[in-house]
Structure formats: C-alpha cells, structure tokens
C-alpha cells in the first residue's frame, strides 16, 4: 500500500478542500468519533494513517496519538501538516502487520479508508488487536462495497488513480474479522457522488439514510 500511495500523495488532501470532500469528510469523522468516543489523555494507534487527517483531529482533542503509514510520502506530509498547526503526533514509517510496537500499549486503534488497501485485513486487524490493552476499542472504517461511492471509485473515471488498487468491503466482511467482539457500527455517506455542491448538507443525507447503503462504514470491536 504505502509504494501506491508514493505516487498518489500530491494532490491528496486537495479533496478535502472541496464542499463534496469536506462533507465526506466530516460526515466519516462523525461516525469514527461516535464509536471511538475519545478523551483527552487517551493513547491511540492510527494505523495506514496517510497525512495523517485523523490523527490529527484527535491529536487536536488532547489524545496522544501514533500514527503508521508504509508511504514516506504520505508521512512527510502529515509531519508537515502536524509542525504547522503546532501538534505533537509520534508518525512513523511502519507495517500494519508488524508494527514493532509493545502488547497492550494503546487505550484504542482505528484505521480509516485504508483497509481497501490492504492485501491481509485480518493480520492488520491481528496486529491492532495485539498492542490495544483489554477493555480497549478498535475502529476500522472503509469505503463499502456495492455502494454509489464504491462503484464510482471501480469505474472508468477512476481509473489511474489508487482505487485501482482498492478491494472494497461490507459491513459483514468487517464484522467478520472478529464477530466474538464486534460491538457495533456507524453507517454513513448516504449522499451519492455527482451532486451539486449545495446538496451536500447534513440535512440531505438525514434525508437519505434510509434509502439505500452507506458509502462508508465503521466498524467497532472491544479488546
């Protein structure tokens, strides 16, 4: 994943300064924070982290936050973004499935929009499993297959980018990673993708929610 995203790391976060982006955005980070519920003080592994969008949100709210990443590229960006709004962030260049951290050293792992990346999901998921203490929480949210957002990305508009690469998941096949302690899940991104800017409002994907599948979805399992 991270020799993928070495060339796709440009233009990045240019997504998310569009309405659509920033609506995506917030949209996820909503259902990612109902799940987590974070605290100041909490120790938490953000795993594929990229330019480190969610680490530093919780950075932002007082976590103590480790973000991992195989693309250098994606790192020295959010090293970039970390310096500049004056953030203290551990990133390091590191395998999601052998992360050489310590057992049972984080209070939570999450891993956003990066496990459609991932050739192993279930030793990624093994790996965040292993160094998040009893009684923690982990959070895996990804783009869902058979949704609008997921058939846009496998079609031939996205095609050259790094959707090519993507292997898209349901909410079952995360359930499945560990359905003993799968504790819940967040649904979101009812909108489709090719609407007009001005659509996108929490008010119209209220309004969609129960007329078809998320286009995203966080999946929540305790430790």
């Known amino acids: ?85 004056g953030l203290s962030v551990d990133f390091r260049l590191a395998d999601g499935q052998s992360t050489g951290l310590c057992d049972h050293c984080f209070d939570a792992a999450i891993s956003m929009a990066a496990f459609e990346f991932i050739p192993d999901p279930a030793g990624v998921y093994a790996e965040m499993r292993r160094v998040v203490r009893p009684g923690g929480v982990i959070v895996i949210g990804t783009i869902q297959r058979g949704s609008d957002w997921a058939n846009l990305y496998t079609s031939p508009v996205c095609k050259g980018t790094a959707y090519e690469h993507a292997n898209f998941l349901t909410l079952d096949d995360l359930t499945a990673l560990d359905a003993a302690n799968f504790d819940g899940f967040q649904e979101c991104l009812f909108l489709p993708p090719g609407l007009p800017d001005e659509h996108y409002t929490q008010e119209q994907e209220r309004s969609r929610r129960a007329k078809g599948r998320g286009g995203f979805v966080c999946a929540k399992y305790r430790r």
């Open 1 to 85: 994943m991270g020799v993928i995203f070495d060339r796709f790391y440009k233009d990045y976060d240019s997504w998310y300064d569009t309405p659509p982006g920033a609506f995506v955005d917030r949209v996820e980070t909503g259902a990612l924070i109902s799940l987590l519920n974070p605290k100041p003080g909490m120790k938490i592994l953000d795993a594929g982290c990229g330019t480190g969008n969610h680490s530093l949100k919780l950075a932002q709210g007082g976590c103590l936050v480790t973000g991992i990443d195989l693309s250098r590229q994606m790192l020295d960006r959010a090293v970039e973004k970390c310096a500049k709004l």
